[in-house]
């Protein structure tokens, strides 16, 4: 089912990117949409799986029985996402995604964030500081990488926030034990 999904978001993605990079969001886009939806839904239900999918001016829906993918503008914490994971305060979530797999789900979130990588970094140090964590910093230049790998009995999580000419991104991975 995973090959399933990725097979999906890269088909919807790829087809998101041409669309926004030309501006193409018009009434014939709705039907290229709607076609593609239909062809990408085809294709899982070919390989024996089925998905719903929604592409729209605001980004690419995918849902399966057990994944859920969301990329592009109004993407949102995945359903189910632990509430004891934090998430870093006013982030612009770009891309989400949740999955099933042997009974254990994992997520991942990306997003934009207007602070600095090193603010962060350092408030994430604080909001796993009951956890067993491991930290990394890279600087070179105007582009920072900053890690932590945190973990209690029940989620492992992952954080990479890197900095590049004062934007910064943040990626955030969570794996249920």
């Known amino acids: 089912m995973k090959k399933i ?27 290229a949409e709607k076609v593609t939806e239909e062809a990408i839904e085809k294709a899982i239900e070919s390989e024996g799986g089925e998905a719903e999918i929604d592409i729209g001016e605001e980004g ?6 057990e994944d859920e993918m969301t990329y ?12 004891v994971v934090p998430v870093y305060p006013d982030m612009e979530i770009i891309t989400s995604w949740k999955a099933t797999e042997d009974g ?9 964030i207007g602070d600095s990588g090193k603010e962060i970094f350092d408030w994430y140090k604080s909001q796993f500081s009951n956890w067993d964590t491991e930290e990394s910093e890279f600087t070179s230049g105007d582009e920072s990488m900053y890690s932590i790998n945190a973990s209690n009995d029940a989620y492992e999580v992952s954080v990479m926030i890197m900095e590049s000419e004062g934007e910064v991104t943040v990626t955030l991975y969570v794996g249920e034990i």
Request: charged residues 15%; hydrophobic residues 45%; negative net charge.
């Open 72 to 83: 592009g503008g109004g993407a949102e914490l995945p359903e189910g996402f632990p509430e």
């Open 60 to 65: 690419v829906s995918i849902k399966t029985d």
């Open 5 to 31: 999904a990725a097979l999906a978001a890269v088909i919807s993605m790829t087809i998101f990117m041409l669309f926004s990079a030309s501006g193409c969001f018009n009434p014939g886009q709705k039907v």
């Open 104 to 112: 254990k789900e994992s997520f991942s979130v990306s997003g934009i």
